[in-house]
């Protein structure tokens, strides 16, 4: 059984940062992909940032590239966004996804609310 727990959203002024980070606990094997999506509300989820259990492959949305980092820390087993100017559109609530092989594990979110 796995488990993701997402922590760090709230509501934050436009430009502001915020850190978000997702622990994963349970039967984690490598190699796996952690990564970031959101849904906002009346939209799709839509793929923020993920990164290889290696780090050695980053993929960042096209909209967040400059402004979001994504990391990792194995021994922890926990992925964390790093989001710098924030922007109003960007309100929604963000999921923590573990992706090992055919298999994706999902937290249950933490909204993301960004004031204009």
């Known amino acids: 059984q796995v488990q993701l727990v997402e922590s760090g959203g709230g509501l934050v002024q436009a430009g502001g940062s915020l850190r978000l980070s997702c622990a994963a606990s349970g039967s984690i094997f490598s190699p796996n992909t952690m990564g970031w999506y959101r849904q906002a509300l009346g939209k799709q989820r839509e793929l923020v940032a993920d990164?290889?259990?290696?780090?050695?492959?980053?993929n960042y949305a096209d909209s967040v590239q400059g402004r979001f980092t994504i990391s990792r820390d194995n021994a922890k087993n926990t992925v964390y966004l790093e989001m710098n100017g924030l922007k109003p559109e960007e309100t929604a609530v963000y999921y923590c996804r573990l992706n090992i092989g055919l298999r994706n594990y999902w937290g249950q979110g933490t909204q993301v609310t960004v004031s204009s």
């Open positions: 990164i290889s259990s290696s780090g050695g492959r980053i």
